[in-house]
């Protein structure tokens, strides 16, 4: 500490010291009330306190032969702090510091010795740039409002600011006795960069397992639940607040099993037992496959992966395969019904490729010409049949094939075992696959020899249905007259984070308070005896990933009937968050009243030259649990020497040897709560006229915080990298000009699948397969800084398409923008979406190109399907039959039930013949089969 330096006479030296020694008793005054938990003591106490630490310096003073000896191991003490320390009196000018202070705010000597006031040294500050941006055109002006922004001396004060160079200072300020007021300042910087750090790893590992679309827990090696996110919630249908409690795996499967969830489940291939409760609760290693899937009571299909985690513990996946278990049993179900409905057909049907190879022959063919169907598959002739033919039908199915466009020939088939000539019309369509190309011709042939009536040329028509709500990024729901929910797009899903298993046959929102589902219903009510469409703006307590409210504009509109009753309800809202919310953003800071000696956490004792305690602070006693009266005269405060009373005891001697301060070094202690503590230490000698060292000033200061947060950030880093490597869908973070930052396993299969370049030397932006796929993800992600669940083409090295399903976001990760993205493998859902494409249009030309009337009905008379020919016999067109029922061409209605009945007995009718009725009255006789 600088005191006013003034020449003394011995009796004015007297009274310095005692001026000092009151000082130090003040100063320790504030650390003995601030550890006691009484920052703001009353002025008795303080007198009281202020007498004994007075007359505890002056015994200590008995110490030094000289008389300024207390005030050199008060400024050896003062100085050894980490923290800066400022002392001004009433009159706000500076009459003690540290040398911290004037290196700190780079303060000269000159400047110092003045005493200045407080003005004074926000003049030079403001000079040396300490405080840049200050309002005011003068440099009188910029002190003074610089002035304004400091707290008044008679109030205490904590705060942080950030300094010009980057650094970071806690300020505290504590007004004293009979006025004037103490000032510390402390380098928070490191703690600061440690709290950034740990900040980011944590949101980049809330993001990860936010972002992701499947459902993922982490568990540690004794199969307790240690992370999870949402959607393993959403997912299993489990309380986030029961997960959060830690509960064993077996625990959950218990959950899950009490509630039906493994009824009726098949055993898992490779698990060896069908105890599904048993089984779950099992380690990754022992009795579960790796990856297997099970149906849920609801219907949806999960698919589960488990991985070990280095050093124990494991990640369980959860991916949701309903669409594509969806889409492998339509396909399945699509092929039955094919073979099913030509083996119906009493007409001869065959399929072939494009080298005219038999690839489907119907059960009307094999009966009518006498071959087995084995004997055909694979040929490109029948057995026995004569040259000419041969190559009249080679030629015809050349004809489709080059042409791309359906054939139909009238011709005589010979003469029947009868001897009468026989009729046929045979036509040969060809179907192409998505770029236009013919890949099969289906040739159908119709014995027209019975009829009475010559057919018409058989035209094709198609109508192709498709899905289009899905597509649109718009919610839509429809509920019926009844205001039940019966169907809600994908767009819905997304945007109110619900599924059709939570909505559909209910009449209210999940979520929404009873006052909000009222509302709704109203209008559903309005909407329904009004017919008109509706439009207003709503907002149901929409949160967005930002934890900002959302606004839709939302549109009811009544659907009718042909007799103008409303049966149907569609609502459609679209976010409109954006033209309504202002960004508005309001920072409150609050300044805690705290001591100062709170702002200095530090440990400070003297020793002698026999390396005895001669002073210990209240902190260190109250720290490490020992009465600060009965170390004095001791070499250790311990019960007894050990490990680290030798260790300092060594440094000591070290110190009075070499004559030499020892800078600040780390160490490991227990206080008494039993907690580790880190902290740093330093050893000044204090050494009288001789040169001799008189006394030691060891100070400590706790670093705990600093190394832990250190600690963590590195063990969030690795949870990080663990979660990542062991994630069974690809994972890669990409940098701006596309090449890679981070990879994971599954991501580097897909990469050495597309390219031989070594995957640190990729430019990922050429796996597309399309350029204008590229762009418009690049400009999406450049407009709105993600991108979810979008499908990429790409080709690998076999030229075969790859098709991967991905989310892309673009964050801060390690000091540069990059780009998160996630990628999951669809080949084998799209090429079964296009076989099963394929499916329907086979089916559906075979049956447009048929030459006989074919209908497919329900029971109860309401048609699913006809074609040309069949509309053509009852003189209407497709779309009227559709609206007819089957009951109302019947002339005898009893006829119609013996026949019904029949179909239900027998499952098929063949050779009936019914008198059917047009709609101008007419009648004619139709040949069932």
Sequence with gaps: MKPANLPLAPPAADSLRAALSTFVAAFVAFVVFSALGKPTASLPEWLGLAVILAACLSAFSGFARRPNAERRVLSAVLDNMIEALAVHDKESRLVAWNRRYAELFKLPSSLLDTHPSMFEIVRHQVRSGEHPNLPGDTEDEKVMARMRQVPPPDRSFVFERKRPDGSWLEVRGIPLPGGGFVRTYVDTTDRKRAEEAQAEQIELLDQIMRDINQGIVVMDPEGRMAAFNQRYCEMLELPAEYLATRPKLDEVSKVLADRGEFRDQPTPAGSGTSDWQQLLGQPVTHGMPRVYRRRRPNGTVLEFQNDPLPGGGSVRTISDVTERVRSEEALK??????????DAIPIMVNLKDRDRRYLMVNRATTELVGVEARDLLGRTSWPGRPEDNLSLTSSRDAAAIATGRAQVYREEAG??????????????????????????????????????????????????????????????VLKDRDRRYVMMNRSAERMFRVTPDEIIGRTTWPGRTEEQSIQTLERDLQAIATGHQMVYEENFTGIDDEGRPIYWMTAKTAIKDEGGRVTHIVTTSYDISDQKRSADAIKESQQLLQAVIDAIPVTINVKDRDLKYLMVNRYMADLFGFDARNVVGKTTWRDREDEHADRTLARDRELLATRAAVGFYDEVFVDTNGRRRDWQTSKVPIADETGEVRYIVTAGYDISDLRRAEREVREREQQIRSLLESSPIGVAISRRDGTLKFWNARYLEYVNRLTKTPVAEVDIRGFYRYQADRDSVIAELKQRGKVRDIEIECVDLNGDPLWVSSSLEQIDFEGERVTLGWFYEVTELKEAERRLRESELRLRTILESSPVGVSISRLSGERIFINKAFADLYRLSQEEMLKANAADFYTDPARREELRAQLLRDGRISGAEILQRRFDGSTFWAYSF
């Design 333 to 342: 179900a699509s092929e039955r019904m094919l073979h099913a409905v030509i």
């Design 415 to 476: 003469v029947d075992s009868e001897g009468r000539t026989r009729h046929w019309v045979t036509s040969k369509t060809p179907i192409k696959d998505e770029s236009g190309t013919v890949t099969h011709v289906v040739t159908a042939s119709y014995d027209v020899s019975e009829l009475v009536r010559a057919d018409e040329a058989v035209r094709e028509s198609e109508r192709q249905l498709t899905a289009i709500l899905d597509a649109i990024p718009i919610s839509v």
